[in-house]
């Protein structure tokens, strides 16, 4: 399983972006695809997450700000920020979580990361 991000960049406060992921290989039906970010110094914490149904779940700090969205293609995930703040500035990960219908054992999957910069 391979996920592609893109979409991060330098943005000013007030600004907006849009992260785009691309999940690839053995990814069952049923899963969770979301992002996290991970500032200097501080631990890696969960944004925004949709399941294959379409339920999303969202930090408190970005809920009304950020959009979380799956394309027509399912195994494409996005994330829309919106009224950037400079405490946004993180790497942020995308993410897949699973069970194989195959073997039914969890997997979860990171992306490479795509920088996010908000400047005051």
């Known amino acids: 399983v391979q996920l592609q991000a893109s979409g991060g960049g330098l943005v000013q406060a007030g600004g907006s972006l849009r992260l785009s992921c691309v999940a690839s290989?053995?990814?069952?039906?049923?899963?969770?695809m979301g992002w996290y970010r991970q500032a200097p110094g501080s631990q890696r914490e969960l944004v925004a997450s949709?399941?294959?149904?379409?339920?999303?779940n969202y930090a408190d700090s970005v809920k009304g700000r950020f959009t979380i969205s799956r394309g027509n293609n399912k195994n494409v995930v996005d994330l829309l920020l919106n009224t950037l703040k400079p405490e946004d500035t993180a790497v942020y990960y995308c993410?897949?979580?699973?069970?194989?219908?195959?073997?039914?054992?969890?997997?979860?999957?990171w992306g490479q990361g795509t920088q996010v910069t908000v400047s005051s």
């Open positions: 949709i399941d294959s149904g379409g339920s999303t």
């Open positions: 290989g053995s990814i069952s039906s049923g899963n969770t």
């Open positions: 993410n897949v979580k699973f069970m194989a219908t195959w073997n039914l054992k969890r997997y979860e999957y």
